[in-house]
């Protein structure tokens, strides 16, 4: 069965750090981009953090371009997302997302359950 587990939320200080991951199963890990996603309380779901298949090329949002670094691991079929300099409105809950594209092929996206992040005092 295919499985993204996330983990490494938790609460954190403004200006603290936390490292997310996602461990992968059920499918060849190492064929698929990913990404994380975030969404808070009464907002949609915005792209964070995405890298390629072989990791040499990440992309990041404005909101959080030099504060987070996402990175992989295929021979452990996990993503990270480090998180550093930590905002209140970095508040959310934080999906793992991986996708699938292909010539000629029909392109396939899994999800995880999601991680708690929030930022406080």
């Known amino acids: 069965q295919v499985r993204l587990v996330e983990s490494g939320g938790g609460l954190v200080q403004p200006g603290g750090s936390l490292r997310l991951s996602c461990v992968v199963s059920?499918?060849?890990?190492?064929?698929?981009?990913a990404s994380w996603y975030r969404q808070a309380p009464g907002k949609g779901r915005e792209l964070v953090a995405a890298?390629?298949?072989?990791?040499?090329?990440?992309n990041y949002a404005d909101s959080v371009k030099g504060r987070f670094t996402i990175s992989r691991d295929n021979a452990k079929n996990t993503v990270y997302l480090q998180m550093n300099s930590l905002k209140p409105q970095d508040t959310a809950v934080y999906y793992c997302?991986?996708?699938?594209?292909?010539?000629?092929?029909?392109?396939?996206?899994?999800w995880g359950q999601g991680t708690q992040v929030t930022v406080s005092s």
């Open positions: 059920g499918f060849t890990f190492s064929t698929y981009a």
């Open positions: 997302k991986a996708e699938y594209h292909a010539p000629y092929q029909r392109s396939y996206e899994h």
């Open positions: 890298i390629t298949r072989t990791g040499d090329a990440t």
